[in-house]
């Protein structure tokens, strides 16, 4: 792990990693460095192509701060020992839930009529479509891969879940029966409803989970506030309705910036626990 | 200070949010201030976890009501929106876009790149009704031409149609791409030019498809397409200012063209090229029209600009200085048609009636100059610069 920088001013820009899970990234990441650029702070961009080798960089010291999915935090504090701390999040980050979902006319009322039946997931890493909800169904008594079997859609693995296929693939298996329930984020299940990957009215859902926090942006905790104050301050700063960033913050899909808060990443670190993902 | 308390109310009844619930939502948001509540009630399933997704999404707050069934939304920021002016602006912003004059833009949209964006480049007086003149006098080379009627016609007869016929499709193709090049860069606030400007590559489109037809109907096929043509046509492509390029082809070759179609109709062998020549000759009209409005708007405003039209005629006629003049193919062809035939008697009405098309050519070329505020003698002197090769 790298040694603590200098206290006071740094030698280089601030240097911020993101993981390239879609080429809106460079879009997004350019304006916004460009935004704070006019705003009296230097910043440079790394992306990776996978959240493991940003969470490597981030606790070497290579990058700042990093952008980083809930499992590369909770990844970030397993391995740095707690020593990580989230300076800002998205709106959208806030109380996300999952569901699982079931054909309407299933015979399946609770989470332990999944008892021998195929639940479709999204990427073997996605905590949304994979490791929260299939944490709930193991705490239900129901245990994946032994109990029940899981029917994974790894597209993108590495990136965590952020690409959508994953969770598309898993509700297209649910729709044709090659599975009996499919976990997905709360927002995908409207929005697969609709673009027409779900037809209105033909599943139903089974079960929600409590609702947990997502992307956060990671420092080490000895990285000086100095270095991040005036960062988390314009960031915090920007407006919707800035005609400048916008388009970036459609794209980066957020309203506002939000302080960040880590209480909301129990469920996932207790998935990460229970499934032995680090171990 | 906005209103906070609720007042607003939704009753969705057992709407979904996935079955457009969304829909009466934005309506009833519509009315309520940034930071005030909305009221929802509805008993569709599930409906309190589906708000809440979808508030997050939108950037709205959502509660739980004091009663089943009722739910609350705070209203998040909404994005600003700026209304534009009905009325045409002087100058068009790039952030307005593809908006439509007079409607209301959400601030932030992409800039684009339009070039022409300021009134005075572009704009012309009558535009609405020589607009509503093309919609109204379109007219299909299919369905309009009497085809059938065509004659078997003598032979040097046909040679003389099929390459005139040759020489104007090149012509009408050069008249396509040139306001066809500029629509692109001019800004849809003055979407009445871009109109006019589209109507116009549509004529020629069909006049080209037509005059091409022609060709190929008597059975002899296309003629020659000379050097000197392609010489004179290609600077009119090239033209990169818009009003110069208007002038050049609406007023300087598509006016001189009204003279040529007119006495093609007049010497037509055939009803068939007659029609052909008539119909074109109307809709060439139009685009002198529109040329004229143009340059007289922007003459009254530019008066000094009549110096750049006439350094414009004059550097094309440097250019074209080494081509002889009008193509042989195409003079022989007038002069075959308009004397009835290729014997030397026949020649010498056709040449005489020919050299009276010029004429009548430079006549009307120097009338439209003077009526743009051309003096005379800056009249004669563009109007014999002018390209001996029509357009």
Redesign the interface.
Known sequence: MASAPNEKVPLRPLRVGAVAYDPKVVTIWEGFRSYFQKRGIEFDFVLYSNYDAQVEANLGGEIDVASNSPLAWVKSQIVSHGRCRALAMR??D????SRILVRKDADLNSLTDLGGKTIAVGASDSPQATLIPLSMLAEAGILPGKDCQVLYHDVMVGKHGDHVGGEREAVRALAVGKADAACVL??N??LF??EGTLD?GTT??LA?TAPYDHCNFTVLDHLPETWTSHFVEILLGM?????????LMELEGL??WLPARTTGYQQLEKAVKRFEFYA | MPDLTTKARVDLEDL????GAPVLLRRALAEVAEGGFLEVRGSS??LA??L???C????HSYERGTLACSHRIQH?????TLATSAAVSQVAEP?WGLAPRGALIE????EFSFTLRTKREVWAQELDSIYRQAANNQWSARRDIPWDHLPKLPLEIEAAVCQLMTFLTENEIAALYVPARFISRIHPHYREVVETLAMQVVDEARHAEAFTRRAEAGGMGLGTTAVTGQLSLRTLLEEADFTIAIFLLCVMGEGTFLTLLKFLEENAPDPVTALLAQFAHRDEARHVAFGIAHLRYVLHREPNRRGSLGAAVERRSRMLATVSGLSPYVYDALVILAGGGASPAQIRTGARRVAGLHREMDHARRARLQGLGFDAEDAIALSAAHTKNFM
């Open positions: 709106d959208a806030r109380d996300l839930t709360d927002s299940h409207a409803i609709n209105p139903r859902v929600i407006s919707f309705q800035d005609p400048e960033v916008r388009i309203k506002r | 979904a949010i996935h079955e399933p599930g976890d589906d809440a997704v979808w997050r999404k939108e950037g998040g920021a909404s994005i600003p952030g601030t932030g949209g992409p």
